[in-house]
């Protein structure tokens, strides 16, 4: 399981390497380069299930997302 992904910012473009939390959903994440506030996807439990290039770790360990 990886606590780190690469979140795609769907207004922008680009991209940035951060730390997934392990203890709780980040519904909330504010791009570094043009500060939209990024949300999760209908159907998504956060933005990293979103936009990023893998899942949160709950996901990643067969679990519910976050729950």
């Known amino acids: 399981m990886s606590g780190h ?3 795609t910012c769907p207004e ?3 991209s940035e390497r ?6 709780a959903c980040q519904w909330f994440h504010e791009c ?3 500060h939209a506030l990024l949300r999760p ?3 998504d ?3 990293f299930c ?11 360990a067969g ?3 976050c729950g």
């Open 32 to 34: 570094s380069f043009c």
């Open 50 to 60: 979103s936009y990023a290039d893998k899942p949160c770790p709950p996901v990643q």
């Open 63 to 65: 679990q519910d997302c």
């Open 12 to 14: 922008c473009g680009r």
């Open 45 to 47: 439990c956060c933005v």
């Open 41 to 43: 996807a209908p159907g």
């Open 18 to 23: 951060l730390r997934m939390p392990t203890d």
């Open 5 to 7: 992904a690469t979140l």
